[in-house]
């Protein structure tokens, strides 16, 4: 009894595989996936500050979900790509929490970015004449600052929640990052306060962002219909169509890995989806916005050359 009421201090993560054959061929395709995820997000920051037509508030708010998608990806990958190259599987307690914190604040981050992204689409296309006026340089700031605080405030809450918990019985955390619901499977205090807490504050968020945007784009809908002009349709939806799909990446994912967790959904499940949505997505992101995108294109053949 005495034995058991040792408190963990550090936790095993379990990663994707336990086959060491597949150990240093996963390594390599994730750092390839990192590598790549970082020079698109970071590159297309770069190329936003650079040039001056890109200072815009579209691109203002684009560059910082480049930023927010780097440091999700950041948040998770070095430990995994860690525990593939050496084997070193073991996270402490103080780690454990600081790398969910920093994955749920730019996540909470990027909900709010995508609102604020299709709040612009929508004064782009619904009244361009006021675009300047309405989309003001202090009130992007205000939207954007709004979206980090909300970020590390959720994490915040957490993690808060998180100190409450008490880990005796096991230090294997069945995942590759320390997600919180894994965590509370082998929690010696009732973790129904957090569980309760976490399926509130990710339903709220994801349905509050989610319809928000799904109101923007119904506005950007009708007045593209409205337009006349089959050039102006084709621009709109050119424009809208980046963001739409990144949308829907996005919150598809988060839906089934926190809304449906308690639905059956199991844990290989749940590392796929968790997978597609903290290595993958970051990783597309940048060049959803900017395949298609001849302002980026642009910026980029002129420091090309």
Known sequence: ???????????????????PDLQIPLFLVFFLIYVTTMV??????????????????MYLFLGN?????????????????????????????????????????????ECFLLVVMAYDRYVAICKPLLYLVVMSNRLCTQFISV??????????????LLFRLTFCRSNIIDHFYCEILPLYTISCTDPSINTLVAFIFATFIQVSTFMSIIVSYAFVLFAVLKTKSGKGRSKAFSTCSAHLLSVSLFYGTLFFIYVLSGSGTDMHQGKMYSLFYTIIIPLLNPFIYSLKNKEVLSALRKLMR
């Open 40 to 57: 698109g997000n970071l590159g297309l920051i770069f190329f936003i500050w650079k040039d001056p037509h890109l200072h815009t508030p």
């Open 1 to 19: 009894m005495e034995e058991n009421k040792t408190q963990v201090t550090e936790f095993v993560l379990k990663g994707i595989t336990d086959r």
């Open 65 to 109: 979900l480049a930023f927010a998608d780097a440091c999700t990806s950041s948040s998770v990958t070095p430990k995994m790509l860690m525990k593939f190259l050496n084997k070193n599987d073991l996270i402490s307690l103080g780690e454990c929490f600081s790398q969910f914190y920093f994955f749920c604040s730019s996540a909470t981050t």
């Open 147 to 160: 979206s980090y605080i909300i970020g590390f405030l959720h994490g915040l809450i957490h993690v808060g």
